[in-house]
């Protein structure tokens, strides 16, 4: 096994190193790619095929390896698409709400960990072969393989084969356009796959969502956890709980008497051991709480992994749940205003209209920063995703030239409003209320932010969990104990169905 992984590490960054001097030795932009050949065990009928490699850039994305095989002697075909990078700090959840007949062409890569959902129709591919599609091309191909076993299913299971006709003439359907619109998600634990995104797409229809992965994802990715050091290694002080900085003191004479001991102390930083959601290792927290005047107390957390590098800034804002959402509107109208303090909760969207800017919910977390140093996040994060790093600012040389203009337009607007050169508005909807724009006239109202109070929507309290909170009689149990097992389990699937 050891030796295959060596000979498949050095088959990969032979690819690379010939790509590499191809692109010295001046190989333009419209000459073919450089595709590597090898021979290999046909898993059909057991003779010598030929496997195809091509190592390759996926604008808005990254490197991937593209691979074809096919046999001479049976006629097996197999193509698949693994990514040439390692697993992501974080996993990764696209959601996609295909609306024309142009969003079913957005090309999708769908890694050997990712799993694929049509939402409408609550069907899903679960993690498998990795593939380089486009919505259209996963939708028919689901369809096809639906429609493989059908004619077995018709005489054997007439009742299934009805049912999943319906399913296969609804794909169809949305795979020509006849059926909009409809909502598609991939997510991906590894972080590895992707869906295209668009300057035009408007709030609400693309989300990308980044969330750490469970202990049990970890695992199947093959980074197993290491709670307990190895024999004979020393674990560095800070990750020991006797050891939390800033230390207590153990005289509780020196103590303030109204103090408790337990109690966190503002602006007092206290670190505490974690485990890095990145590879699993052990690493440390660093917690920091803040008052914010004329808002509420926060928590700043910060993780950082000596292993792996992975780096995590967030904020945690804490007190009851409000009776409604709040909208708040700030205008930028100078450059002293990009320095007006933000918070952005993680349930938080904002918008900026005048940039055509939208961050969804979950989208960066939660941040405390300023509106300038925000936007400039916002902006490097994306720019990052588009056209990669500063050595491909071209964004790779499969990407159209008008979709490349729109999103230079983009950065170009984004970039005058950093600058002070550009007046725009900036809103934050929070259904939890725990978003703040600092006021330069407090506590006197400030006449360049609006703040409003809304009803939050079914949807907003269904996604916060709000619906299944038990306020009420939680202490006696079941409210009705005269059910029977079944009868509750039948009362629990039908509310399963109606949601």
């Known amino acids: 096994m050891a030796e295959q992984k060596s000979l498949a590490q050095d088959l990969f960054e032979d690819i690379q190193r010939k790509v590499d001097e191809a692109s010295k030795d001046g190989v333009g932009e419209n000459e073919p790619k450089l595709v590597e ?62 609306e ?29 072969r990795g593939q380089l599609t486009n919505a ?3 939708l028919s191909m689901v369809a096809e393989d639906l ?50 995104p668009s300057p035009q797409d408007g709030r609400g229809k693309y989300v990308r969502t980044d969330y750490n992965r469970t202990p049990e994802q970890n695992e199947a990715l093959g980074l197993a956890p290491t709670a307990e050091p190895p024999n004979g290694v020393q674990m560095r002080p800070e990750y020991h709980p006797q050891h939390m900085y800033p230390q207590m003191p153990q005289d509780t004479t020196t103590l303030d008497q109204d103090q408790d001991q337990d109690e966190i102390v503002e602006n007092q930083v206290y670190s505490f051991p974690a485990t890095c959601p990145g590879c699993s290792k052990p690493c440390a927290t660093n917690m920091k709480m803040v008052n914010i005047p004329h808002f509420k107390q926060v928590v700043l957390m910060s993780t950082v992994c000596d292993h792996c590098g992975y780096r995590s800034n967030e904020i945690k804002t804490g007190g009851e749940v409000p009776e409604k959402g709040r909208r708040i509107t700030v205008s930028i109208e100078k450059s002293e205003d990009l320095s007006r303090d933000i918070l952005k909760s993680e349930t938080c969207a904002m918008t900026c209209p005048e940039l055509e ?21 916002v902006r490097d994060d994306l720019h990052t995703s588009i056209f990669g790093d500063e050595d ?53 109202p400030d ?38 097992e079944e009868e509750r389990a039948r009362k629990f699937l039908d509310e399963v169905n109606r949601r």
Not at 102 to 122: A, M, P, Y
Not at 152 to 172: C, D, F, H, N
Request: glycine fraction near 8%; hydrophobic fraction near 30%; proline fraction near 5%.
């Open 147 to 196: 429609q493989q076993k059908q004619p077995e299913r018709e005489e054997a299971i007439p009742g299934v084969y009805e049912q999943i006709e319906k399913v296969i003439s609804t794909l169809k359907d949305m795979a020509s356009g006849q059926n909009l619109p409809f909502i598609i998600s991939l997510d991906d634990p590894a972080g590895n796959s992707w869906i295209e």
């Open 447 to 484: 006449p360049q932010i609006q703040v409003e109070d809304y009803e939050r929507t079914d949807k907003e309290e269904e996604a916060l969990g709000l619906k299944d909170i038990k306020t009420e009689g939680y202490e006696q149990g079941d409210a009705n104990p005269e059910l029977t």
């Open 100 to 128: 024309t007949t142009q969003d079913l062409q957005r090309q999708i890569v769908k890694s050997d960990t990712g799993v694929f959902r049509i939402e409408d129709l609550d069907l899903e591919i679960p993690p498998g």
């Open 37 to 98: 050949e090898i021979e290999s065990l046909c898993m059909n009928c057991h003779e010598q095929g030929i496997t195809k490699l091509l190592l390759t850039k996926i604008p808005f994305f990254r490197e991937i390896i593209i691979m074809s095989f096919d046999c001479p002697h049976c006629g097996f075909q197999n193509s698949e698409v693994q990514p040439a990078g390692q697993i992501q700090q974080q996993g990764h959840k696209y959601t996609f709400k295909v």
């Open 392 to 444: 491909n600012a071209g964004g790779g040389d499969s990407m159209a030239t008008a979709e490349k203009e729109r999103w230079e337009q983009f950065f170009a607007r984004v970039d005058q409003a950093i600058k002070g050169e550009r007046k725009f508005h900036v809103t934050l909807e929070d259904p939890l209320a725990s978003s703040y724009v600092q006021s330069f006239t407090a506590p006197d």
């Open 357 to 377: 800017l939208q961050v969804e919910p979950g989208t960066l977390g939660g941040r405390f920063t300023t509106i300038e140093g925000l936007l400039t996040q």
């Open 136 to 138: 259209e091309g996963i």
